[in-house]
C-alpha cells in the first residue's frame, strides 16, 4: 500500500439505513468513526442528499484528524450493482441513488477530491482479507448481511468484480420462485430470507400467526410493528420463540452460503454487515447446518465460516484500504 502524509486514509460505507465513516491508520486500525442516518429524500433527487450527507462526514473526519483531504486517500464503498466506470446502475435497497456518479457529485462537495468508488461488499471483503478474519486465506466469500445481502469474492487473493463489475450480487440468487417479492423485482431471492429486512418480514409473519409473544410484546403490541431487532432482543434474553426463528433464518443463511461453495469453492465464508446482534446466532445456526446442505459435505475439506473481525466497520475499513491502494 502506499504511504501517504498522515498515514491515515478515509472510508466511507453507505447503507440502506446508515452512513459510517471512518478514519484507519497504516494497520487497519480505526481511529475516528462518525455514523449518519442515510437520507431518504421524499423525491428522487440524483444523489444529491446522499452526496451531502457523505460530504459531510468525510469533512468532519478529516478535521478530526487534522489532515488535509488532498493529501488524504478516500474510498465509499456503496450498495448495488457498481459499475467499472463508478456508475451504481441499480441499488434495490437505496432506489434514491440509483443511476448516480457518486464520485462525480462528491467532487465539488470536497474541493475538487475524487474518491475511489466500489461496491460496499467488495470493500468489506478486502478488509478482512488485509486484516481480519479471512487473513491467509486466498479463496474467501464475504457475505453482508444488513438491509439486503451483498458479497464480495476473492480468488488467488484477488477481487472478481466480473465483465462489468457486477459479481458479487448474491444476495439475489434466487432460492423460492415462488417466494416473498423482493425489491429487485424478482420472487424469492435469498436476502428475502436471510438479510435484516428477511428477518423482519419472517417475524412478522410469525407473530400474525400467534407465535412470538414475548416479541410483540417488546414491539408495543403489534405483531405489524415487529422488527428484526425485537426478534434479536428476545433471543439475548433467552426467548425460546426467537431462538427458533433466528435458527430458521440462519438455515436460509446456509443454503445461499452452500450454493456459493458449490460454485466458488472458497476455503474460507466470512460473515459481517450490520446485523451485529444477531450475527453471532446466524454463524453458529449456519456452521450446523451447512454440511448436511452442500453436495458430498462428509468428503469435502471444511468450509470455514467466521464472523467479520471488523463486524459492521468492515465496509468503511475495506473502502479506506481500497482508496489507499489506488493512490
Keep these: 500500500m502506499s504511504s501517504t502524509p498522515s498515514g491515515v486514509a478515509l472510508g466511507i460505507d453507505v447503507g440502506g ?51 488535509p483531504l488532498r493529501q488524504t486517500p478516500l474510498g465509499v464503498g456503496l450498495p448495488g450493482m457498481m459499475r467499472r466506470d463508478g456508475i451504481l446502475v441499480f441499488a434495490p435497497n437505496l432506489p434514491s441513488a440509483s443511476g448516480i456518479d457518486l464520485a462525480a457529485l462528491l467532487e465539488p462537495r470536497l474541493g475538487g477530491i475524487r474518491a475511489v468508488v466500489a461496491n460496499d461488499a467488495d470493500c468489506a471483503a478486502l478488509a478482512e482479507h488485509r486484516f481480519g478474519a479471512a487473513a491467509g486465506h486466498d479463496s474467501v466469500v464475504m457475505i453482508t448481511l444488513g438491509t439486503g445481502i451483498g458479497g464480495g469474492i476473492l480468488i488467488d487473493g484477488q477481487l472478481v468484480r466480473g465483465g462489468s463489475g457486477f459479481a458479487g450480487e448474491v444476495g439475489h440468487m434466487v432460492l423460492d420462485v415462488a417466494g416473498p417479492l423482493c425489491p429487485c423485482g424478482s420472487r424469492g431471492c435469498w436476502e428475502r430470507f436471510a438479510s435484516g429486512s428477511g428477518l423482519g418480514r419472517l417475524a412478522r409473519e410469525a407473530a400474525m400467526a400467534g407465535r412470538l409473544r414475548l416479541v410483540v410484546d417488546a414491539a408495543g403490541g403489534d405483531p405489524e410493528a415487529v422488527r428484526g431487532e425485537h426478534v434479536t432482543g428476545a433471543a439475548l434474553d433467552g426467548d425460546p420463540e426467537a431462538l427458533a426463528l433466528l435458527d430458521e433464518v440462519g438455515w436460509w443463511l446456509a443454503r445461499g452460503i452452500a450454493n456459493l461453495v458449490c460454485v466458488l469453492d472458497p476455503s474460507c465464508v466470512v460473515v459481517g454487515g450490520g446485523m451485529t446482534d444477531a450475527a453471532g446466532f446466524l454463524v453458529d445456526s449456519a456452521r450446523r447446518h451447512l454440511g448436511g446442505l452442500l453436495e458430498a459435505g462428509e468428503l469435502r475439506t471444511a468450509v470455514t465460516v467466521l464472523s467479520a473481525f471488523f463486524g459492521a466497520d468492515a465496509g468503511a475499513v475495506g473502502a479506506a484500504l481500497l482508496a489507499r491502494e489506488a493512490s
Design 17 to 67: 439505513t446508515k452512513v459510517l465513516g471512518v478514519a484507519v491508520d497504516e494497520a487497519g486500525d480505526i481511529v475516528a468513526r462518525i455514523l449518519e442516518p442515510t437520507p431518504q429524500p421524499p423525491r428522487p433527487d440524483h444523489g444529491a442528499s446522499l452526496a451531502d450527507v457523505v460530504a459531510s462526514v468525510v469533512h468532519r473526519l478529516s478535521e478530526q484528524q487534522g489532515v
